[in-house]
């Protein structure tokens, strides 16, 4: 049985996926995905989304790119560490939960991650999903000598006053630690109900990231303008499938190992 | 005197990390102040004509230096 938190702010229950946009299958769990050129969504970026955060304002579309330090990109962290973990693609509190999932299997550190987000988005009061007094632990909230309703700039200035700006940034970046680890048993129960094994995610990870790499560089090449495709996700391979592959000068499927 | 009103240090970041801390550093700031963006991922200067395009703001200027790019984009 899954966790009881599933219901929560930034938990999803893995087995309620619309079957639009998860399938079990002898295979391997499949994920839809969609490739533009340019994405009309804000940002304009060229790259790929899951189909279920096609919409979502906040998610930019990701490329093969990989983060400095880490060995996968913002896709394949969508993908493995939020989607099939089971938080949402979105949102800070999902953030802090998700991270944790990328640290254990990139062995990053997080931490720098987490303080990004107080001095990029707490800094300025903006929390996503939810408000910036409702995702801050109560007993800080309790520091700030607030009169009457003030906003989530006016409730981040009061407690950098009351603490000090380093003391609330260690405070925050606590926070969002603790958050994460509150995610480690919904993502092992989400991962198992779906049939992916915790203990494979490292290698996991690295195989999806070994096809987007090669899928996303012949697109590029090509100046495709949109695409569709299907993720599949096994415990020993990984592959990314083409649907509308005809004329695009792309293989149907592409495959990797998994370690 | 800089003319520029905010600075983001982008090297190092990849496709799409340069444009979603651009938009959010944008998010922070008021209408007709100047945002300067350093990156070093080639694929950003693309990414950056896009972003301005559609969001309205104004792409002032872009160069190139010693595998750096400079945007400086102001806020509509």
């Known amino acids: ?259 | 005197m800089s003319n520029f009103d905010m600075e983001l240090d982008a090297r190092g970041l990849n496709c799409p990390l340069p444009i979603l801390r651009a938009k959010k550093s944008i998010n922070s700031m008021s209408a007709g102040q100047v945002l300067r963006i350093v990156a070093t991922d080639p694929g950003s200067v693309k990414d950056f004509e896009a972003f301005c395009k559609q969001t309205g703001n104004e792409l002032l200027e872009t160069t190139q230096d010693d595998g750096e790019y400079q945007f400086n984009i102001r806020k509509s």
């Open chain 1, 1 to 259: 049985m899954i966790n009881t938190m599933q219901t929560s702010l930034g938990f999803r229950d893995v087995h309620a996926y619309p079957s639009t946009h998860l399938r079990l299958t002898l295979e391997g769990v499949r994920v839809p995905v969609s490739y533009r050129k340019t994405w009309n969504d804000g940002f304009g970026a060229r790259g790929w989304k899951l189909d279920i955060a096609s919409t979502d304002p906040v998610i930019i579309a990701s490329t093969r790119e990989t983060g400095g330090r880490i060995p996968t990109s913002v896709l394949i962290h969508d993908l493995l560490d939020h989607f099939l973990s089971g938080f949402d693609i979105s949102g800070h509190r999902a953030e802090a939960m998700a991270l944790i999932q990328l640290g254990k299997r990139t062995g990053s550190d997080i931490r720098r991650d987490y303080l990004q987000m107080v001095r990029e988005d707490l800094h300025y009061g903006r929390v996503n999903h939810e408000s910036l007094a409702s995702f801050l632990p109560p007993a800080l909230i309790a520091n700030a000598r607030m009169d009457g309703h003030i906003d989530g700039r006016e409730l981040i200035q009061a407690l950098q006053s009351e603490m000090g700006v380093e003391a609330l940034e260690e405070r925050l970046v606590q926070h969002f630690m603790h958050l994460g680890e509150r995610g480690e048993a919904h993502a092992q129960d989400s991962l198992r109900l779906l049939g992916l094994k915790p203990s494979r995610c490292r290698e996991i990870g690295l195989a999806l990231q070994r096809v987007l790499a090669e899928v996303d560089q012949r697109v590029e090449n090509e100046g495709i303008e949109r695409l569709n495709a299907t993720f599949i996700i096994s415990n020993e391979q990984c592959a990314l499938e083409i649907i509308n592959a005809a004329g695009s000068g792309l293989r149907k499927r592409y495959s990797s190992g998994v370690g």
